[in-house]
DNA sequence: TATTGTTATACTCTATAACTATA
DNA sequence: TATAGTTATAGAGTATAACAATA
């Protein structure tokens, strides 16, 4: 399993196309590719998100986090970790510094398993992230009509759905 | 500037999903966000893109460096790395191993840059790599009408091309 | 002075292995 | 035996700083 998932460094991580387009003597042949622009436009979204949310001192990872725990009190960890493609082992630090931070809380659940939920301040910094993420999703969803919108999501569900083990087509 | 453009590494690197889909009493609310959905959409696509290279021995990096070197026989290294995202410093050990492996030619341009070129070896590995990614491509394709792959394309296009530092809308 | 290539270094993300304590 | 959490560690990817040689 992967935790690709979740990413994208809050820190400077400024766009790919920063300096290409100056190199104007050569061709980019791979800039056509599907899977090249995928991930450009992927990159560039998450950096941009990573920014916006670096102002309130969260990472994308961590507002994942908040809003996941958010729509499920009480979750294990190890559940989390799976429902996000994070693993167990990097899950540990990931919950420690929001705990650390005081924005989750982890009560006993069964003996080996702890349940998380957000503390009051969780809640709040979990809003936050919330209203950025929306007004970030907003100002690309402005790019494109809602059936436009509506056809890109469905094609990027059916593209993360295919890949895994089909990829023999 | 990133270097987040390439990537993929090609190892034991599985789909994100695999386990997600047993944790069925959570709520996955990140899951709809455009930004989530094109990160999985694109770590689906490079991981699976990734094994599929691997088999030639080559990494989804190595690969674009072969091919954008094939459409630009003589660029120097510090333009390609600009070209692709790559930092100069990162470029190092990337041009290297091509070199070592006999795929690509260092030639003095101007004493203190090198023009590169594919060898021999080089062009029949960035042939391979290209029918690789080709068939990779054709079975993404296959998912979308081609109306809705060209809507797919032009999306992605218009959300790499906006994001960088016009995030404030 | 600015650029090319390079070295060294550091941080993040992701992965595996192995340990513990429970179940 | 299997699971939850943890620790330690390793490999990519990406970032910066500083240096030598050249322009």
Redesign the pocket.
Known sequence: ??????????????HIMDDATSISYLQDPISQRLGYLLRRAS?AMMTDLGSSLAKMGL???EATLLITIAANPGC??????KLL?????????L??ALLKRGLIA?VP??????A?SLTPLGEEACAGAEKIIDQHEACFAALLSNQDQLRLRKALHLIARTAPASSPC
């Open positions: 399993m992967s935790e690709g998932l979740i990413v994208g460094r809050g820190r400077a991580n400024h990159s990472r994308p990872v294990i960890q190890s559940d989390l970790g493609g994070i693993k167990r082992a990097n899950m540990v630090p919950i420690a982890k659940a069964d003996g080996r398993s702890h998380l």
